[in-house]
């Protein structure tokens, strides 16, 4: 089979690169499964080292692709002619992939072999599991043309990851991937955050709901600490505790890089989540910051309204669902009265009732150099009073918007009159 290059030359392939090719398993092309390996989803492959090196000297045999000796035999031109999207360099990353496939007995991804120059590699829910994480990660850095690499739900665990790791630290090209529900643990957490700290290209991770506790906290304060083209943290769905937050809260605020973060679904409550927005207030980068479903309370949420009254920077603020009462709602209120640039705040689903919300909304009417534009009370009941100070409020600042629960509980002055059945029409008077 002949190569046309595009000064009109030709290169052979030979065809034993083109039969590891053709004779690799289940390559149809809708087939976008990756297999079930024959190991366990999360079972250590430490035995497969030699395998691994074998791959190695694969793809040194394969760097360079000899011309055809002549009289060999020579399929039609036209095929590659007409496709346009396989060179030279997308069949030996192919050869490479289904070589590496072999050797960890894993089925090739088909979609892998179809991603041509596309910048997004989508691998999401395809059950790829360590083995056929470390066949990818052999061939990963062969392909100069992924940026966003998504790996979401594939059961890695530690010993993929790992292996993942030790490609993304030395890709160039890939600066947003997403490992969430892998099951990385404390192990996969060391892994991939020592790999982003070798890689300052990387600038948006998603490791949401893995498992992550208060000892994979020391590996991402690590990373907040070291690496500062990290734009995009997604930490949420986690088991990060107390502890974690004691952890995070002085690297967030020492971290000079971060823009959003969202460590939503998680334990932080008590001194670690006092902890943690203190970090926030020392922080003078981030703008984002999501830390809903959490267990805040009213002394973390004190913490908040101090961090607010410092933070110049902070322009979203999601506490909903932080069991803030009305108490913990005022002195929320005390940061808000002098903030200068929060634009969105979310307090919803939080049991500070139509006292709390008066206090939060009092604070903002308070504060002539209020940057507001979303102040969010959803599924929080509030009465009439609430209503006319919204309105007062909305006179000063036209462009706010105050969202409040859709069905609010009105309690009337006057009672309903009392039902009385009418008496018949024959009855006398």
Not at 271 to 282: D, K
Request: charged share 20%; with cysteine.
């Amino acid at each position: 089979m002949r190569l046309v290059g595009a000064a009109g030359g030709s290169t052979h392939i030979p065809r034993r690169v083109l039969g590891a090719v053709a004779s690799s398993p289940d390559l149809s092309a809708g087939n976008c499964k990756m297999g079930i390996t024959k190991r366990g989803p999360c079972e250590k492959s430490g035995e497969n080292e030699g395998r691994e090196k074998e791959a190695a000297a694969a793809a040194g045999r394969f760097a360079g692709v000899p011309e055809a000796e002549k009289g060999s035999d020579v399929d039609s031109d036209s095929d590659l002619e007409t496709e346009g999207t396989h060179g030279l360099g997308e069949l030996v990353k192919e050869t490479l992939y289904l070589r590496s496939c072999r050797v960890h007995s894993v089925v090739p991804a088909s979609c892998f072999l179809r991603q041509g120059r596309d910048p997004e590699l989508n691998l999401r829910h395809r059950g790829l599991g360590p083995q056929g994480a470390q066949a990818l990660a052999s061939s990963l850095n062969s392909n100069p043309y992924v940026k966003r690499l998504d790996l979401r739900d594939n059961g890695l665990c530690g010993a993929g990851t790992e292996a993942l790791a030790s490609a993304l630290s030395k890709s160039s090209c890939i600066c947003d991937v997403d490992l969430s529900e892998n099951q990385l643990g404390a192990v996969g957490a060391q892994a991939i955050c020592a790999a982003l700290i070798a890689n300052p290209t990387m600038q948006k991770v998603q490791l949401a709901g893995n498992g992550l506790e208060e000892q994979a906290a020391q590996y991402l304060a690590e990373l907040l600490l070291a690496h500062t083209g990290l734009k995009f943290l997604d930490l949420s769905y986690n088991q990060l505790n107390d502890q974690a937050g004691e952890t995070l809260g002085p690297a967030l605020a020492e971290n000079t890089g971060l823009i959003e973060l969202n460590i939503s679904w998680n334990h932080l409550r008590g001194p670690g989540a006092i902890a943690f927005a203190r970090g926030l207030e020392a922080n003078i980068f981030l703008r984002v910051l999501d830390i809903s479903y959490n267990g805040f309370g009213d002394p973390g949420a004190s913490a908040v309204g101090e961090a607010l009254r410092t933070n110049n920077v902070l322009e979203e603020l999601n506490v909903s669902n932080n069991r803030i009462s009305a108490v913990g709602a005022l002195s929320l209120g005390r940061g808000l009265r002098v903030n200068q640039t929060l634009r969105s705040l979310v307090v919803s689903r939080n049991p500070m009732q139509n006292k709390g919300c008066l206090g939060v909304l009092k604070s903002v009417q308070d504060n002539p150099v209020s940057a507001l534009e979303l102040l969010d009370f959803s599924e929080i009941q509030v009465n009439r009073e609430f209503d006319d100070l919204a309105s007062s409020v909305k006179a000063v600042l036209p462009g706010l918007c105050i969202k409040t629960a859709a069905h609010r509980v009105e309690y009337k002055k006057q009672l309903l009159p009392v039902f009385r059945s009418s008496q018949p029409a024959s009855a006398p008077k």
